[in-house]
């Protein structure tokens, strides 16, 4: 880490937050390597683990012992610890300078702003360690969980790893409020942002720093947030999240206030989600060249169909309260009716299947998409149409509610070969990258 001056008995200097750096379409980062054993150069630290406070002057020195303690007795790399004062009133300051003296590998800063997000992005954003983690000071967490969530990062199989309470193997005492709220905020993401990760919250977590250095700049939450939206973010380019069961008692003493930081959680995720779907981030600087496959199942099908399905169902309501409305209101017949409303619904089909479903981000190839997706609209119409005109064939003046099921039937079909028709030739995935080896490769 860039040195700050020794601290001076009233505390330790002040660490200026870097700006943010310009966002620019850049190529994605490079291959995940494993971490040589003088990753940290001489005398440097390989890990540089960081404690935010606030007004914490009386569980800060019991933190920072025992976790240099732990550190020293089990952690076979050069190590740091990070105080990120952020900027507390009481005797925070004082303690953290006395710890700084004390220990050769504890670093003492200050920053003159609160928030949580701010203090760990300003502190990774000045740490030369290539792997970067923060833990609360309260140490819930139980320490023996520390080098398995920084190992991956090391070896080069992850890029974040984070604790979870919520998996399996997790040991957690704490009280039902804390339960309820953190099960329900963790299912608010996985339906607002269809995230993964099983604990966004818990505070124990790891990351790469080159991996830091291009996500920082996309992450704007300075408190809580900070670090869910970092996740989101990660995972939407594909990066690999590693879990990491703990043992976590909570802190009946903690100072996090609950309700105002649910509110401020539930902005975050709208704001996070408005961004995603706008094509507002560009998740792509962020992705690896190479290609992370499972056997059997082509990369991102799995959530590629959950978002159709999820836009799909939204579009047949929408085209269905259409038709109806069309044949009722406008009374239109049975054809002119079915192929206005699948033209209106399948327009924002599209569109939403672009940015969801298949990450197509910016104006790029749009109205070669939209065009494309008429072509698929035509297929549709043909299928919904032949089959109101074999109903007509079939039954004479035939009742709007036996329309509506073959309607339904027929447009079920027309979504299915729509998806294939839309991930294999409107989205198609682009062939990935040859890189390193892949293109040495005489294969």
Known sequence: MTQPNRP??????????????????????????PLPATAGGPGGAVLDVVVPVFNEQDDLERCVRRLHAHLSATFPYPFRITIADNASTDA??????????AFEEVTAVRLEQKGRGRALRTVWGH??????????VDLSTDLNALLPLVAPLISGHSDLAIGTRLAGGSRVVRGPKRELISRAYNLILRAG?????????????????????????????????????????????????????????????????????????????????????????????????ETERSYGVPAGLVR?????????????????????????????????????????????????????????????RVLRHQAQGLVVLGIGLVLTSGSLAALDLAVRAPAHGAEVAVLLTANLAATALRFVLLRTWVFPEQPPRQHNALARSPR
């Open 92 to 101: 925070t300051p004082e303690v953290s300078a006395a710890l700084d003296e």
């Open 8 to 33: 001076s008995p009233g505390g330790p200097p002040s660490l200026a937050e870097p700006r943010p750096a310009p966002v620019v379409r850049s190529a994605a980062l490079p291959a995940r390597d």
């Open 193 to 289: 942002l269809a995230a993964r990760f099983t604990d966004a919250q818990c505070g124990f977590k790891a990351i790469r720093k080159d991996v830091a250095g291009t996500l920082l700049p996309l992450v704007e939450d300075t408190g809580w947030f900070f670090d869910t939206e970092l996740l989101v973010l990660a995972e939407r380019a594909g990066l690999r999240i590693h879990e990491v069961p703990v043992d976590w008692t909570d802190d009946p003493d903690s100072s996090v206030r609950l309700l105002r930081t649910a509110a401020d959680d539930l902005k975050g995720v709208w704001r996070v989600g408005r961004a995603l779907a706008t094509g507002a981030l560009p998740l792509e600087r962020l992705r690896r060249p």
């Open 304 to 364: 590629q169909l959950l978002g159709f399905c999820l836009v799909g169902a939204a579009s047949t309501c929408v085209y269905l309260a259409l038709y109806a409305l069309l044949r009722t209101g406008a009374a239109l017949g049975p054809q002119p009716a079915n192929a206005l409303a699948l033209l209106l619904s399948a327009l924002a089909n599209t569109a939403a299947n672009r940015r969801l479903t298949f990450g197509v981000c910016g104006r790029e």
């Open 127 to 136: 740490s030369a360690a290539p792997v970067l983690a923060y833990m609360d």
